[in-house]
């Protein structure tokens, strides 16, 4: 079986848009087979959403963007700022890319890479991020360094994850990484956690 977190998705593609509300608004995004939520966006993703506090001069990544519901919010809020999108999955990217062009975002990057090698030298406000849990715990702690290292000072790391899959082991490895862990929200199964990063 493939995971979702595939560069190259092998299954074949049927592109289909879905609407969600997110943050009292009804948004349309084109979404793919072997991107994960593609069905409509996944309950985490969404309640991430509606918690991250995103200001309008923010820099912010996206960080394992799918197709691209966070960055796009974030893109609308942070009106003054940019927004990076980044995903490992190429169709992931190309649709997130296609999101971005629909939304009329001008302030958006979408990058394929994996983690953050390719931002070298680029520091953000907000990192926010539903991440692949199923990349596995090593992995995911290389992502937790390599995102407080692209914070700036009191930037802000935003994460979700199914309480039923060690959302608070996460948090106390982020607490662990970065500081000043806080739930933010919980909600479905689902809690969004953020850490504040002290210099
Ligand atoms: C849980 S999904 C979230 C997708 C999207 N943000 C959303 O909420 O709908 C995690 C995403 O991380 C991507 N991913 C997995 N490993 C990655 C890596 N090493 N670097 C960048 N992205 C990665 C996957 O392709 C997937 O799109």
Redesign the pocket.
């Known amino acids: 079986m493939q995971h979702?977190?595939t560069s190259r998705p092998q299954v074949a593609s049927r592109p289909r848009e879905v609407r969600a509300l997110l943050r009292g608004r009804t948004w349309a995004f084109l979404t793919d087979r072997g991107?994960?939520?593609h069905k409509g966006?996944?309950a985490g993703?969404r309640l991430l959403i509606d918690t991250m506090v995103v200001r309008p001069g923010d820099d912010v990544l996206?960080?394992?963007?799918?197709?691209g519901?966070?960055g796009i919010v974030a893109a609308t809020l942070a009106q003054d700022g940019r927004v990076v999108m980044?995903?490992?999955?190429e169709r992931?990217v190309a649709l997130a890319a296609e999101n971005a062009r629909r939304h009329g975002l001008a302030n958006v990057e979408v990058m394929q890479?994996?983690?953050l090698e390719l931002l070298a030298g680029r520091e953000f406000d907000v990192i926010a991020t539903?991440?692949?849990i199923r990349?596995g715990r090593e992995?995911l702690r290389r992502l937790f360094h390599d995102a407080r290292d692209h914070l700036r000072d009191q930037g802000r790391f935003y994460f979700v994850a199914r309480t039923a899959q060690g959302a608070k082991t996460l948090a106390a490895a982020v607490d662990e990484i970065i500081g000043n862990v806080q739930e933010q929200a919980k909600g479905g199964g689902y809690r969004v956690y953020v850490a504040v990063k002290d210099v």
């Not at 996206?62 to 197709?67: A, H, I, M, N, W």
């Open positions: 979702y977190f991107v994960f939520g966006v996944d993703t996206d960080l394992g963007c799918g197709y519901p966070v980044i995903d490992i999955n992931a890479g994996d983690g539903n991440p692949p990349a992995a």
